[in-house]
């Protein structure tokens, strides 16, 4: 299995996002997903609940959006990845600007009936431990 795969699976999956097609999102997970997301509760089980966290994301940032992996790496061994990347996302306000800050993602895959399907999946973002405040300024 080739790192080119992936990368094309990164990219459609990407690409979804950008189109906030929530289907064509969730077609990139397996049924039973475990996610940690850096929004809502401490763990999604399940594409279901998964699919409801993503469309709720998807009707609170109308307008513009950004999702842009940066630097992507992979490790692959047989029918199982890790990938892992710092996110540039964000999406528009509620006066047309656009808001972004960088995520860090870590994506766990498995092949599945020809396709790299993702299993697991963990966004978050820095704290600051003395004012338990997100750093969303940080830059790569």
Not at 55 to 72: K, L, V, Y
Request: glycine letters at 6%; charged letters at 20%; a negative charge.
């Amino acid at each position: 299995m080739s790192q080119s795969e992936l990368q094309d699976a990164l990219n459609s999956w990407t690409e979804a996002c950008r189109s906030k097609d929530v289907a064509r999102i969730m077609s990139h997970y397996v049924e039973d997903v475990v996610a940690y997301d850096a929004v809502g509760p401490l763990r999604f089980q399940g594409r279901s609940a998964y699919q409801a966290h993503w469309q709720a994301c998807m009707e609170m940032c109308s307008g513009e959006g950004r999702f842009d992996p940066h630097e992507p790496s992979f490790n692959v061994s047989a029918d199982l990845a890790v990938s892992h990347y710092l996110l540039h996302c964000g999406g528009s306000n509620d006066k047309g600007e656009l808001e972004t800050c960088w995520m860090r993602v870590t994506q766990c895959l498995r092949r599945q009936a020809g396709r790299w399907l993702i299993f697991h999946e963990h966004f978050s973002a820095p704290c600051d431990m003395e004012s338990g405040k997100a750093l969303f300024d940080l830059q790569p």
